[in-house]
């Protein structure tokens, strides 16, 4: 199991959490992963239901499952734990290292 902390800046999202997530994933773990575990701390704390009106997963707004590469309007930061960034818009399947960190902002205006 490795060590990883998530951000969201969506406000929604901000007001549900106030802070990052700490998540404790399998070693083998994508962003994809490391997406889908915070899907369920979200929806647990919004009581079931995503916090996010008409939308049904984090995935679905930073990541264009046609295209199969993140929508060019978001900002996404990666870096691992000696501060490298993570080159996660070229290689989106990649294995994270234990103690990464994200920042995903949709609709950056990028």
């Known amino acids: 199991m490795k060590s990883i902390h998530l951000s969201v800046l969506e406000p929604k999202i901000v007001k549900l959490l106030s802070d990052e997530l700490v998540l404790q994933v399998d070693d083998e773990a994508t962003l994809f ?3 889908a575990q915070a899907d369920k701390i979200l ?3 919004n009581d079931g ?3 996010i009106t008409k939308i049904k997963c984090l995935l679905q707004l930073f990541w264009n499952p046609i295209s ?4 060019g309007d978001i900002a996404l930061e990666s870096r691992d734990a000696e ?3 993570l080159r996660l818009r070229k ?3 990649m294995k994270i290292p ?3 960190r994200f920042v995903l902002v949709p609709d950056a205006g990028c």
């Open 33 to 35: 992963d490391i997406i």
């Open 98 to 100: 234990d103690g990464s």
């Open 43 to 45: 929806t647990e704390k």
């Open 91 to 93: 290689f989106p399947y």
């Open 83 to 85: 501060n490298n960034w």
């Open 49 to 51: 239901d995503f916090p």
């Open 68 to 71: 199969e590469e993140f929508y």
